[in-house]
Each structure stands twice: as structure tokens, then as C-alpha cells.
């Protein structure tokens, strides 16, 4: 448990919004729409590339970055934590945070910068990091915290998947020292064995990308093994009841939680499993698509924004990702 809360709340998603028939023209792709939006629960999603917009992920960051740091009223010279969760960074190296940093803060400053990359759990453990990180440091009084998605970058021409699933976006939150008790705790799963389901396995010191491998479609977006349907359903309720019990919250003092925004009917069948009401969940893959590791955070901002989250609230983010990597935060807003 520390004293750190959110002070201040962003989002920034690029370009109009691209729908379930829109984008089978943009992409010259073909999908079942009435699955698509009746199941896993997507209706619109926003993607720069298919509207021509010259934006990618440092870009996403910065502009939510910087609507957080104006709704927490602060200076971003202030600010003595970047940390950004992604897995689809600007470049291998540098950093994402280290260009977000130099965006908002334009000069060398005794800053901390840094990604998090665990796949579709990049937020929950940045937040993770960060809380623990801004608590323990007598120097800082504010960190930066970003969820930011670009996977539709890598998806390859063609790819009906992954035009019909993923998209870009981006969600941020000023954490700052309080005297009241605001970070309660977190807990996480890792099972690296099941590293080879989906990912961008091109490009790394392993599989540097080649001639060979552009021309026969090894690169970006690939799915190698389909992921087990029922999953999060498994993974998600004793998660919930390990943080709850870790941290010494009751279910009932529970005003809200939040899950990875991958499929609506996943969400309806864990909170039927937990026996929470719908109403204390939040789900926006309808009008964002899934944004990866943004969309937890930008599913708060949404329920902030709606009124569905009000300050005081006991709120919890559970995320799932590829590798397998899977984490929570519980916290008061």
C-alpha cells in the first residue's frame, strides 16, 4: 500500500472513426460483422494509417501525456517519472518514454524514463512500477503514466484478424503523492512458456528482419497458434479474488472493475462468474476496437469521464497478454 493516486486523466485516439464496413474498403478485407460486434462486441475503431494520418505510437503518447499533465494542473517540468506500456514501441531503441519525455519536457532533465513491455499487460505493470517507484523517491512528487497501442502498424495487407480486431489508441494518468492512502496493491502471472501463441516476432536479435522474410510474410502481426477461447475466463476470477484478499478488500467495497477490452462476452461471463453487476464494469472495445495495452486506461478515462468512476471509488484493472503475461491494480480514485 502507498500513498499515491491519480491526479490527472488523458486519451487521444487518431482520426475519425473507422466502422465494421468502412474498414473492409479501407483494408480490402472480408470478416463476419455481425460476430465481430455481436460477440466480441466491436463496432468502430480508430486506426491512423487506414485514414492516412501520419501519426504512430510517440505520437499517441504525447497527445494523451499531455491532456493528463493539463488536468492535473501541472507543470510537465514537474513530472519525475516517463514510463510507458507497450509493446508497440516507436523504434527497438530508444525508448518510447525517453521520446515522450523530450517531447514534453524538451530539455536534459533529472527525469526517469522508461517502457514497459508486457504485451497487452504494459499499463497494469508501468502502473505498477510507477506507484511503487514515485512512493519510494523523496525527489519526486509526479509521475506519468501511458498505456499506448499501434498494432494495426504491423498488421500485414490482408489480414482480415487482425484489421477486424486491433487498433491504435492511447490513455494516460499523472500520479502524484498524497496523504491519503491511494495504491492498494497489485498482483500478476507470468507463463513465458507460452510465448509462441501471437506477436511481432520480426526484428528482434532473434529473427532480424530480411529480405527472405519481407517476401514470404514472416514480419509484423502473426498469429502462430490460436489462444485457448476460454482463457481469461480461467485466469481472471481467482485474479480478482487474489488481489482482493491480498490487499484485505472485501468484494462488496468493490465499486469497479476494469478488464483487458478483447471481448465483451469474456467480460459478461467473469462477471457472472464473480457475481458483480455490469454496471460496476466498463467496456469501450464498441466505439475503440482493442487497443492492447492503452485500452485499460482508456476505459477509465471513459468511465471518469461518464461519471461511472467517481473520486473515492475502489477500482480494479485486470489485463491480459500475449507470452502469457497478466496483472491487476487495485487502487482509490
Known amino acids: ?79 519525475g ?12 531503441s530508444p525508448s ?16 526517469c524514463s522508461f517502457d514497459v513491455d ?22 519526486a512528487e509526479y509521475a506519468v503514466v501511458v498505456g499506448a497501442y499501434n498494432m494495426p502498424a504491423y498488421v500485414r495487407d490482408g489480414d482480415s484478424f487482425g484489421y477486424s480486431i486491433f487498433a491504435d489508441g492511447a490513455a494516460a494518468v499523472v500520479l502524484e503523492k498524497r496523504p491519503e492512502k491511494g495504491y492498494l496493491g497489485s498482483r500478476f502471472i507470468t507463463d513465458g512458456t507460452q510465448w509462441n501463441y501471437i506477436g511481432v516476432y520480426a526484428g528482434g536479435t532473434r529473427t532480424p528482419i530480411t529480405h527472405r522474410r519481407l517476401d514470404e510474410g514472416e514480419y509484423g502481426l502473426q498469429l502462430l497458434q490460436r489462444l485457448p477461447g476460454e482463457r481469461n475466463v480461467k485466469l481472471w476470477p481467482p485474479l480478482v479474488r487474489d488481489v482482493l484478499k491480498t490487499t484485505d478488500v472485501d468484494l462488496s467495497e468493490l465499486d469497479h472493475v476494469i478488464f483487458t477490452q478483447i471481448n465483451r462476452s469474456v467480460i459478461e461471463q467473469v462477471m ?10 466498463t467496456t469501450v472495445m464498441d466505439k475503440y476496437g ?12 471513459d468511465s471518469v469521464k461518464t461519471g461511472r468512476i467517481r473520486r473515492g471509488d475502489t477500482v480494479m484493472f485486470v489485463a491480459s497478454g500475449a507470452g502469457l503475461a497478466v496483472g491487476s491494480n487495485i487502487f482509490i480514485y
Open 118 to 139: 508486457s504485451s497487452c499487460a504494459g499499463f497494469v505493470t508501468a502502473y505498477d512500477a510507477g506507484a511503487r517507484m514515485l512512493a519510494g523517491d523523496p525527489t
Open 290 to 301: 482493442y487497443t492492447g495495452s492503452a485500452c485499460v486506461p482508456m476505459a477509465f478515462y
Open 96 to 111: 518510447t518514454a525517453i521520446l515522450l519525455q523530450g517531447r514534453l519536457q524538451g530539455r536534459q532533465m533529472n527525469t
Open 1 to 79: 500500500m502507498t500513498n499515491i493516486g491519480i491526479k490527472g486523466i488523458g486519451l487521444y485516439v487518431p482520426g475519425k472513426p473507422i466502422d465494421n464496413a468502412e474498414i473492409k474498403q479501407l483494408a480490402g478485407v472480408e470478416f463476419n460483422s455481425q460476430k465481430i460486434e455481436e460477440k466480441i462486441g466491436i463496432q468502430k475503431r480508430h486506426i491512423a494509417k487506414l485514414r492516412g494520418i501520419d501519426e504512430t505510437t510517440a505520437d499517441f503518447a504525447a497527445a494523451a501525456a499531455g491532456e493528463a499533465i493539463e488536468d492535473a494542473g501541472i507543470d510537465p517540468n514537474e513530472v
Open 272 to 281: 457472472d462468474i464473480l457475481d458483480i453487476p455490469m454496471d460496476k464494469t
Open 81 to 92: 517519472y516517463f514510463i510507458v506500456g507497450t509493446d508497440t514501441p516507436e523504434y527497438i
